[in-house]
């Protein structure tokens, strides 16, 4: 094991140690509570960034999951008679309905691309708050509520605490595999230009749509788990733009398409949106806020906190080993490739006009026809 | 010799405009076959009927005698044609090396595939010393590390050939393979191509440098306002007048090219 894979185990084990004990030290409800949101929007986030992230499709559905997850864990729990701790055992459920829900919406919104396949998914978002409004089972604009949990007060956000912290450990894990896998790079091909990744032999629409299912299926989990937290669901409440558009601004924040960047994300902004709604009462204030972010994330950090950072890293580094010529050994071509931290390597801002360069499909061969035949 | 790859009356129409009419081509296994005609005479239009990323109106495709017609890119890349773009297309924000890795294919046909099973990118992987060796092939190897965006144009030229050619294929169509680069890497992108045909890979090209199709190619096809209008060997086609008609008029000199596309 080299030093530097020893100092990022080192580093992860502390950071989950830390997380471990952020409920034991900090003991008051309201602050543990601010810790269950961040960790389920965590896992939000960092789902969303499995498909969005890595394929360069940016969605904003992901609240057709979420949303989904928490009605059925409530209709379940409802319509079985469950209660206490056994309703944890829904959850799967609620994973389970969100894959279901994701194969048919992802195999018509996935055939189009870029501001097409937005307007679908949020087209699809808002057919999902309406069927919540109107089928009978959902229990119309009042929703439902789960059941109650007789546990103690001063303890009680603890559990969920720990359930969200190992959902949003377990998806950053996934993440990390997914993207140094065969599955990841052909991900990133696609986000890159997917005809030419077609070209090369990679089927799109079965990475495409498994990606999007395995972010259904972990925000799906998120859902049901939000909704035994908050005890209660609405139409407005669980399809929300505001969540899709939140997920994506944590991810932005963090580093679209990096593995830690999102969970970053989503630890500094949920927690801040809950202090200003706590604080200012006037919910507005925070979407305001969340808005004023997303305009400054674009302008002023448009790669996100992560990829900036190790940049930062890498030329430090790289001022570092010139000064000391002869620490320079060990960082060969093929180094950086790794799934590590993503963009370890220099990576100056090429990508952005490269893309531009890229041409559309080339449609050629007509007009120049006209009189010139032998 | 035996045709390899065949395409035989193909047809296509954008709209009111007939890009392609009862084109047929042929190329025959082992050679360096080139496609010559003016801009606009349809050639990158075949390239991609042949390919799969435009719907042929009418006609047939062949590769080795099976029939490939508006099969999707990928089944066809599976199926050993490679290709490359007129305007260079590679994964700008994914280093040289994982863009080598896109395209490498696992034999272990049949076998239950693990979804998360590696890129290749681990030290000493077969398809990441195959990666390198094609990268050193093709002269980029030093650039293996870096992301592909930040290469010049000549080596993602390079790249998306050194790409293409991880999956073995049996047909490599090149769309300008010495378009806008300066003669020493045109010249060096065709020994490559002399190297690769010696052993055994057959190729169509599409070029407007004369000097290199004619240096290249045992047989040009000419194209002119989508038809095929002459096909034989380059010394028989350089002093065909229908080709001198094509090209307005102009001389098919040596160095010349056929029009101004080439200026970098």
Not at chain 1, 298 to 327: N, V
Not at chain 2, 74 to 96: C, E, H, M, N
């Amino acid at each position: 094991m080299t030093a530097g894979a020893m100092w990022r185990g080192g580093g992860i084990l502390a950071l989950l140690a830390a997380a471990a004990a952020f409920p034991l030290v900090f003991t008051n409800p309201l602050v543990t509570s601010y810790g269950v949101y961040a960790m389920i929007f965590a896992a939000a986030a960092g789902a969303w960034n499995i498909f969005s992230g890595f394929s360069g499709y940016i969605s904003l559905g992901n609240a057709v999951f979420f949303g989904s997850g928490a009605y059925a864990v409530g209709i379940a729990a409802r319509d079985w008679h469950m209660s206490g701790l056994a309703v944890f055992g829904l959850l799967p459920l609620a994973a389970a309905v969100a894959a279901v829900i994701s194969v048919p919406f992802g195999l018509v919104a996935l055939r189009v691309r870029r501001h097409t396949f937005i307007v679908v998914t949020i087209a699809v978002f808002f057919i999902f708050q309406l069927m919540a409004y109107n089928f009978p089972f959902t229990g119309g604009s009042s929703g439902l509520s789960a059941p109650f949990l007789n546990w103690r007060a001063a303890t009680y956000n603890n559990p969920f605490y720990y359930i969200a912290l190992a959902a949003a450990a377990g998806t950053t894990a996934l993440a990390w595999l997914i993207r140094r896998s065969r599955f990841g790079l052909q991900l990133r091909a696609i986000r890159d230009d997917e005809d030419r990744a077609r070209g090369l032999g990679v089927r799109p629409m079965p990475v495409k749509l498994a990606a999007f299912t395995v972010s259904a299926i972990i925000t799906g989990l998120a859902g049901g788990l939000w909704f035994y937290f908050i005890t209660q669901v609405q139409p407005p409440s669980a399809f929300d733009p505001l969540f899709d558009l939140s997920i994506a601004v944590m991810a932005f924040l963090g580093g679209v398409g990096t593995v830690p960047g999102p969970v970053l994300g989503a630890l500094l902004i949920e927690p801040g949106q809950l202090y200003l709604t706590q604080r200012f009462t006037n919910g507005y204030l925070s979407e305001i806020l969340l808005g004023v972010l997303f305009l400054l994330v674009i302008l002023l950090l448009p790669r996100g906190i992560i990829p900036a950072g190790s940049e930062k890293i890498t030329a430090w580094r790289a001022r570092r080993d010139r000064r000391a010529p002869a620490g320079a050994a060990g960082r060969d071509a093929g180094a950086g490739t790794a799934a590590g931290p993503p963009g370890a390597t220099a990576q100056a801002a090429a990508a952005g006009p490269a893309e531009r360069r890229q041409p559309p499909p080339p449609g050629g061969g007509a007009g120049a026809a006209g009189g010139r035949a032998p | 010799m035996t045709a390899l790859l065949r395409a035989d009356g193909i047809a296509k129409a954008f709209g009111g405009v007939q890009a392609l009419s009862g084109c047929t081509l042929e190329v025959s296994r082992g050679s360096v076959a080139g496609l010559i005609g003016p801009n606009g005479s349809g050639k990158t239009t075949l390239f991609n009927v042949i390919t799969g990323y435009e719907r042929a109106d009418a006609g047939e495709v062949t590769l080795g005698g099976e029939v490939i017609t508006n099969a999707p890119p990928d089944k066809i890349f599976a199926r050993g044609i490679g290709r490359t773009f007129q305007l260079t297309r590679i994964f700008a924000r994914l280093t040289v090396l994982e863009n080598m890795l896109v395209p490498a294919r696992r034999q272990a046909a049949g076998r239950w595939r693990n979804p998360l099973a590696g890129a290749g990118l681990r030290a000493g992987s077969p398809e990441r010393r195959r990666a390198m060796e094609l990268l050193d092939f093709t002269g980029i190897a030093g650039h293996a590390g870096a992301l592909a965006g930040s290469l010049s144009y000549g080596q993602r030229k390079l790249l998306e050939l050194a790409c293409v050619l991880m999956a073995d294929p049996a047909v490599i169509l090149l769309d300008e393979p010495a378009g806008g680069v300066n003669p020493p890497l045109a010249e060096r992108i065709a020994e490559r191509i002399r190297e690769l045909n010696a052993g055994g890979t057959t190729f169509l090209i599409v070029e407007h440098n004369m000097e290199f199709v004619m240096g290249l190619c045992s047989r040009v096809t000419v194209m002119d306002s989508g038809a095929v209008i002459t096909a034989g060997p380059p010394g028989i086609i350089r002093n065909d007048p229908r080709v001198l008609g094509a090209y307005l008029g102009g001389g098919l000199e040596d160095g010349e090219s056929g029009d101004d596309a080439t200026a970098p």
